[in-house]
């Protein structure tokens, strides 16, 4: 089997993945683009804001970038991003990125200019915690105080699966990956610009949060239009 045809095979047994990326087209799919809506609420999301990319082309188009045009993502735009991340996907309620034994104890934190939100899965949007512009709080590097949005994930310790706090760490930062990736896929597919970083104050951060001693910062990550 050459590599098209199991790119092709491939897109159609991870239906999952297909709803992790929204309105993507996997290979293979007969032109189908699946529903950026999530499935089993009563949010009434809208159409997916991309359509008609493969998975194959989103895979290729995937990179780093960590210059951004000071535009602001359009809030549907976000929320379709979001729900990609690790939205609910199913009428039982598990998402679009797995967690060890189903624990979902990873939140979205989101940090633009006008102020810092948690994202609800379950209703598909965004609850304003507070109109601080966090962004020189979101990381170390000079870009994360300007990107238009960064998005911060954070683990409840007390729900993540393992049974020392060593493995604990393992399944939070594991869980953390499904979510970036599904990030970077999205941006990839929609001509976002995205960064992934662990370089950041979790501390000073993590107060600005408003986080409790159970929750813990896992990794940070900046989305935006691409800089010209």
């Known amino acids: 089997m050459d590599r098209r045809t199991f790119l092709a095979t491939a897109g159609l047994a991870t239906a999952g993945l297909a709803s992790a ?28 804001s991309i359509a008609g990319k493969s998975l194959e082309a989103a895979l290729r188009a995937r990179q780093t970038q960590r210059a951004y045009a000071p535009a602001p993502v359009a809030e549907a735009q976000l929320l379709d991003l979001l729900w990609a991340a ?4 199913r009428p039982d309620g598990r998402r679009t990125a797995p967690t060890a034994l189903n624990r979902q104890e990873i939140e979205v934190y989101v940090i633009r200019a006008d102020g810092l939100f948690l994202y609800d899965a379950h209703a598909g949007t965004l609850a304003r915690k507070s109109d601080r512009d ?31 706090p060593e ?7 594991l869980d953390t990956g499904y979510i970036s990736q599904n ?6 597919a929609a001509g976002l610009a ?8 979790a501390e000073a ?8 001693s159970r929750q813990r910062i ?8 691409p800089k010209a």
């Open 134 to 164: 966090l962004r020189p709080l979101a990381g170390t590097q000079a870009y994360a105080a300007t990107a238009p949005v960064n998005l911060v994930y954070v683990a409840d310790m007390s729900k993540a699966a393992g049974n020392t």
């Open 86 to 89: 690790c939205g609910v996907n």
């Open 167 to 173: 493995e604990k760490l393992l399944t939070a930062g």
């Open 205 to 212: 951060l993590g107060k600005a949060l408003g986080l409790n």
């Open 183 to 188: 990030v970077y896929l999205f941006c990839a």
């Open 21 to 48: 990326l929204g309105g993507l087209a996997l290979p293979g799919a007969a032109g189908t683009a699946f529903a950026a809506s999530p499935v089993g609420t009563t949010t009434g999301r809208g159409a997916a």
């Open 218 to 225: 896992t990794l940070a990550q900046s989305v935006g239009h």
């Open 194 to 201: 995205t960064v992934a970083r662990a370089s950041l104050d």
